[in-house]
C-alpha cells in the first residue's frame, strides 16, 4: 500500500515539475555564483555572461535529467507505448546480457595414499545444475561424449562442453576410455568418481 501511494505522488504537479525545475534551478545558480568567484579571481573578461550562461546550461542538463528519471519511474512510456526517453527502449531498459560466461566454483578434495589431506578449489564452466545432471549421467554410465551432452535439449554447448572437458582432463577427473580410439569419449577416473558423488550431495 506504501509503495502505490508512492507512485500516486509522483503523478502530481510537484513531483512531475515544481521538484525537477527546483533541482535545476537551484543547481543552475550554485554553478554560478562559484564561477564568478573563479572568473573574478582570474580576471576573465564577460565574466557575468559566462558565468549566467554555464549556469543556465548547468540547469537546462539537470531539468533534462529529472525529466528522464521521472519519465521512468512514472512508467509513462508504456501507458503510452512512446519512446519518450528516447533510450531505445519501451520502459525500463532491459540490463545487456553479461558477456562472461557462466562458472561454478566447485572443490576438490583428495586423500593421498599416505592419507593426507587436501582440497583444491577452482572454477568450472557452467552452473551447478548443469554440473548435477553431468555427475548424475557419468556415474549412471552415460559416455562422457559430445554426442550424449550436446545440441537441442542437452546442457551444454559443443564451446562449453569443450571447455569441460579440457578443464577436467587437466583436473585428473576424467581420461579416454581409449587410448586407441577417442570417440568412445571419456571415462571418470578415482578422483572424478567421487568428485562427481560429492557434486550430487550438494
Not at 593426507?116 to 559416455?143: C, R
Amino acid at each position: 500500500m506504501e509503495q502505490s501511494n508512492n507512485k500516486a505522488f509522483l503523478h502530481t504537479l510537484g513531483a512531475a515539475a515544481w521538484v525537477p525545475l527546483a533541482q535545476a534551478l537551484i543547481t543552475g545558480a550554485m554553478v554560478t555564483v562559484a564561477l564568478i568567484f573563479f572568473m573574478i579571481a582570474w580576471n576573465v573578461r564577460n565574466w557575468f555572461t559566462w558565468s549566467l550562461g554555464i549556469g543556465l546550461v548547468t540547469a537546462l542538463v539537470v531539468w533534462v535529467y529529472s525529466m528522464r528519471h521521472w519519465f521512468n519511474l512514472t512508467k509513462l512510456e508504456l501507458l503510452t507505448g512512446l519512446d519518450l526517453n528516447r533510450d531505445g527502449a519501451i520502459g525500463e531498459a532491459k540490463p545487456a546480457p553479461s558477456s562472461e560466461p557462466q562458472t561454478v566454483k566447485v572443490t576438490l578434495n583428495r586423500i593421498s595414499a599416505d592419507g593426507h589431506f587436501s582440497g583444491e578449489y577452482f572454477d568450472l564452466p557452467g552452473t551447478m545444475d548443469q554440473m548435477k545432471l553431468l555427475a548424475d549421467g557419468l556415474l549412471n554410465g552415460t559416455p562422457f561424449t559430445e554426442r550424449e551432452w550436446t545440441g537441442a535439449g542437452k546442457p551444454y554447448s559443443a564451446a562449453g562442453f569443450r571447455d569441460l572437458r579440457k578443464e577436467l582432463v587437466r583436473r585428473g577427473l576424467i581420461e579416454l576410455a581409449s587410448e586407441k580410439d577417442a570417440r568412445q569419449g571419456y571415462v571418470l577416473t578415482d578422483d572424478g568418481s567421487q568428485f562427481m558423488a560429492g557434486l550430487l550431495e550438494k
